[in-house]
């Protein structure tokens, strides 16, 4: 089966409220399936065939627009769409309720879904996070979906919407859900707090930081929290468990993240380290980025952290080389290499003085 994931994928249907529907027209980045026929939601994954009766699916969470080409219960929904699309969602939730009262089936995991995004859009973090937890539970879209669509629009204080937010993941925690549904809750429940910088972010890191993330909930936004969870704690020394969540993360990561996941362990293998061997091990992580990544920006922070370790091996001479090699870099960041300035100028000085 063909999958199609566009972030910025346009899906306009004509749904019908039955076991399948016919669409005029369905809308994936560049490609078109005029007269497809949706078949169902399942997994969060929303499937259809196209004109040649050829099977295809999209992630729930990456359909920008759905337009529904029938009367009646759609209306709204149709409405809706079309607020949410032009930039106005306050306009768009009070449509999207009126729908999810009387629909049936997936549609109303999909509604939900909808529902859910506009809230996020229109910083209603609270009813996005009711809605979230609609999704987790949802027979149709559930924890794959849910992942995908963990808000975004989060304050950077605590306010009273976050603080609710927050008092909704908790009791939906608290009911037990077992397995893949308590993942994205733990994900997002972190997510708040260390955007809020609420205390209790650190606590929660370190479930978040532990939990095994299956390959259903394998996407960029699931491991980018379980990364961000990983470097709130990394200062303190990791733990056994959290050592081997890293490992898996750097195993079952999307292309984008390895580099991050890398270098968080390098750091963590370096600061445990007090023996030359293992300083020696500590090293692997970052030069597997410069190896294998040779032109993404955390290459260059690679090297860096490289010669950090071989300055305390002893061995400067090499650990120039490598921050010379940062600093040329085309794609070094401001701040690496102002921190590879200031290490080159120190290690240039104990040359010096050495000499």
């Given at each position: 089966m063909e999958r199609f994931r566009h972030p910025a994928s346009v899906i306009c249907v004509s749904l019908l409220l039955g076991a399948g529907a016919a669409a005029d027209q369905i809308v994936s980045g560049s490609i078109n399936f005029p007269g497809a026929t949706i078949t169902k939601l399942e997994g969060g994954r929303l499937r259809f065939r196209d004109a040649d009766d050829r099977a295809h699916e999209i992630w729930i969470s990456d359909i920008d627009l759905i337009i529904v080409d029938k009367g009646g219960l759609f209306d709204d929904f149709n409405?809706?769409?079309?607020?949410?699309?032009?930039?106005?969602?306050?306009?768009?939730?009070?449509?999207?309720?009126?729908?999810?009262?009387?629909?049936?089936?997936?549609?109303?995991?999909?509604?939900?879904?909808?529902?859910?995004?506009?809230?996020?859009?229109?910083?209603?973090?609270?009813?996005?996070?009711?809605?979230?937890?609609?999704?987790?539970?949802?027979?149709?879209?559930?924890?794959?979906?849910?992942v995908r669509l963990i808000p975004q629009n989060l304050?950077?204080?605590?306010?009273?919407?976050?603080?609710?937010?927050?008092?909704?993941?908790?009791?939906?925690?608290?009911?037990?859900?077992?397995?893949?549904?308590?993942?994205?809750?733990?994900?997002?429940?972190?997510?708040?707090?260390?955007?809020?910088?609420?205390?209790?972010?650190?606590?929660?890191?370190?479930?978040?930081?532990?939990?095994?993330?299956?390959?259903?909930?394998?996407?960029?936004?699931?491991?980018?929290?379980?990364?961000?969870?990983?470097?709130?704690?990394?200062n303190d020394p990791l733990r056994e468990a959290e050592l081997a969540s890293l490992n898996r993360a750097i195993r079952d990561c999307p292309e984008a993240l390895l580099p991050?996941?890398?270098?968080?362990?390098?750091?963590?293998?370096?600061?445990?380290?007090?023996?030359?061997?293992?300083?020696?091990r500590a090293t692997w992580p970052f030069m597997r980025v410069v190896a294998h990544m040779p032109d993404d920006p955390r290459a260059a922070e690679g090297l860096y952290e490289a010669a950090l370790a071989l300055e305390?091996?002893?061995?400067?001479?090499?650990?120039v080389d490598l921050i010379e090699e940062c600093l040329e870099h085309g794609q070094v960041r401001i701040d690496t290499r102002a921190k590879a300035e200031a290490a080159l100028e120190?290690?240039?000085?104990?040359?010096?003085?050495s000499g």
């Open positions: 409405e809706a769409e079309h607020f949410l699309a032009g930039g106005e969602p306050d306009r768009a939730i009070l449509r999207y309720k009126r729908t999810l009262r009387l629909s049936e089936s997936f549609w109303s995991d999909l509604i939900t879904v909808r529902l859910l995004v506009a809230c996020d859009k229109a910083g209603r973090l609270d009813q996005a996070t009711l809605n979230f937890v609609r999704v987790v539970r949802g027979k149709w879209a559930g924890p794959s979906a849910a304050p950077s204080r605590r306010t009273p919407k976050a603080m609710r937010a927050v008092e909704h993941l908790e009791g939906a925690i608290r009911t037990g859900p077992q397995g893949a549904q308590r993942i994205p809750l733990e994900l997002f429940r972190f997510e708040i707090l260390s955007h809020t910088g609420d205390g209790r972010a650190a606590s929660a890191a370190r479930d978040v930081a532990t939990m095994e993330i299956s390959p259903l909930l394998g996407c960029e936004r699931a491991f980018g929290i379980q990364l961000a969870a990983l470097e709130h704690i990394e991050s996941f890398l270098l968080l362990k390098g750091r963590a293998l370096l600061r445990a380290s007090s023996a030359k061997d293992d300083m020696v305390r091996l002893g061995r400067n001479d090499k650990a120190r290690l240039r000085a104990t040359e010096s003085t």
